[in-house]
């Protein structure tokens, strides 16, 4: 298996367009989490999926972020409007919850709005 | 809710020698999953070691053990006969029953030659 794949790996957007992440999470796996990284909040979670249904979407910062997981293999995550402090790394990651193994990540995208 | 807290933003070891990273969580839950990961500059997450809940053994993998002090929430990583390759950021991870995966704020470690 490739391991979980992120697209696109850098994304440069000006402020007020809609940014699209994806995320394919390893095949198998039926938990798939988003995650936001910065200096000053650390690894924060977004939202994760329990086959492909949203469970906890409390760390959405607001309105402007929505996450989406139309089937098992793909996952998005969109912001609109994108502000300058949405600028940050975001990682996919996914794991088999019957078994809670590990969390396998994506390489991130680093999210850069100006 | 669940909460993990690493209480030192930077920690610094000679290299061969031993470090000590500490963790604590907050949870009501008394089934659940700690691990540590480790993120080098290349920002891979690297999966470190792990621990279950029930298991009052301490898990080991080569030169990283924990300390996991269940009655105390505390889950610290030792690592052993330091590496320049050790150096990263470390974070400390807890996984609920549900399946819900949080981390801690992260430990960058220098290791120093």
Not at chain 1, 4 to 26: D, N, Y
């Amino acid at each position: 298996d490739a391991g979980v794949i992120q697209s696109p790996r850098h994304e440069v957007t000006e402020m007020g367009q809609e940014v699209t992440l994806r995320c394919k999470p390893i095949s198998g796996h039926n938990s798939l989490f988003w995650y936001r990284q910065t200096m000053m909040r650390g690894l924060e979670l977004l939202i994760y999926f329990n086959n492909n249904v949203p469970i906890d979407d409390s760390g959405m910062p607001e309105d402007r972020f929505s996450a989406k997981m139309p089937n098992a293999s793909f996952s998005t995550l969109k912001i609109q409007p994108s502000e300058p402090r949405d600028s940050a790394v975001y990682f996919c990651a996914s794991s088999f919850q019957e078994t809670n193994t590990e969390a396998f990540f994506g390489q991130g995208t680093r999210l850069t709005v100006v | 809710a669940q909460t993990v807290t690493q209480s030192q933003p930077e920690m610094s070891v000679q290299e061969a020698e031993t470090v000590t990273l500490s963790c604590t969580y907050d949870t009501s839950e008394s089934d659940y999953y700690l691990f540590w990961y480790k993120q080098p500059p290349s920002r891979q997450m690297i999966l470190v070691i792990r621990q279950e809940a029930y298991k009052q053994q301490n898990a080991t993998e080569n030169r990283f053990s924990v300390n996991f002090q269940k009655a105390a929430k505390s889950f610290s990583l030792k690592i052993s006969d330091s590496q320049l390759g050790d150096a990263a950021m470390y974070f400390c991870a807890y996984c609920s029953n549900t399946g819900k995966l949080i981390f801690g704020q992260g430990t960058t470690l220098q290791v120093k030659p």
